[in-house]
């Protein structure tokens, strides 16, 4: 399974940016799929993510500025972030999980990062 990011970028804060993440060579139905980021000199922290059904989870600090969708057909997931604030900069990785329908087994997928830098 190859993940490649797209849509990174340096901003102003206030500014927006959508980040776009196609997935190929996947062999099954997703379970979950979205965002992680990792700020400079931190741990890794979820963004946004959301789930074979539909659902999704954010990040406490994103919740109300960036929304997650996916689009199947393309079999890529978006991340569309609003009111940037300096806070926000970091590289950010797509996500992919799938499971394995005859084991049970989910096996996570990342991709290489995009970096984002908001200015203020």
């Known amino acids: 399974v190859r993940l490649v990011e797209s849509g990174g970028g340096l901003v102003q804060a206030g500014g927006s940016l959508r980040l776009s993440c196609a997935a190929s060579g996947t062999r099954f139905s997703f379970t979950a799929k979205g965002w992680y980021r990792q700020p400079p000199g931190k741990q890794r922290e979820l963004v946004a993510r959301i789930n074979n059904g539909g659902g999704t989870n954010y990040g406490d600090s994103v919740k109300g500025r960036f929304s997650v969708s996916r689009d199947n057909a393309k079999n890529t997931v978006y991340l569309q972030m609003n009111s940037l604030e300096p806070e926000d900069t970091a590289v950010y990785h797509c996500?992919?999980?799938?499971?394995?329908?005859?084991?049970?087994?989910?096996?996570?997928?990342w991709g290489q990062g995009t970096q984002v830098t908001v200015s203020s």
């Open positions: 996500y992919l999980a799938e499971t394995i329908p005859t084991s049970g087994r989910r096996v996570d997928y």
